[in-house]
Nanobody
Framework: QVQLVESGGGLVQPGGSLRLSCAASGSIFSINSMAWYRQAPGKQRELVATITRTGSANYADFVKGRFTISRDNAKNTVSLQMNSLKPEDTAVYYC??????????????????WGQGTQVTVSS
């Protein structure tokens, strides 16, 4: 089994910054892509940013230039640096990892794992 634990959410004023982190632990062979999603009240979950194992990052248009995703492969962690936060960034943020693990029959396959979510509130 694999567990993802998030940290770093909270309340911040418009224009402020927060850094989210997500750490994976358990039976991990390797981790392919990592990503951050968010879900605001009454809205569908949406993709914020992704990063490949080699560090190639992509961002949703609504966070480009403000958010930065990074990862540490040795520590199995992914982070999201959020700057110039806006009230519309208020949401529960979730990390997702595509984990390669060994199956019961000895081969390897990918599994999707999600963090528990962390609340980010941007308000004055």
């Amino acid at each position: 089994q694999v567990q993802l634990v998030e940290s770093g959410g909270g309340l911040v004023q418009p224009g402020g910054s927060l850094r989210l982190s997500c750490a994976a632990s358990g039976s991990i062979f390797s981790i392919n892509s990592m990503a951050w999603y968010r879900q605001a009240p009454g809205k569908q979950r949406e993709l914020v940013a992704t990063i490949t194992r080699t560090g190639s990052a992509n961002y949703a248009d609504f966070v480009k230039g403000r958010f930065t995703i990074s990862r540490d492969n040795a520590k199995n962690t992914v982070s999201l640096q959020m700057n110039s936060l806006k009230p519309e960034d208020t949401a529960v943020y979730y990390c997702k990892m595509v984990v390669v693990a060994r199956t019961a029959i000895g081969n390897y396959r990918e599994y999707d794992y999600w963090g528990q979510g962390t609340q980010v509130t941007v308000s004055s």
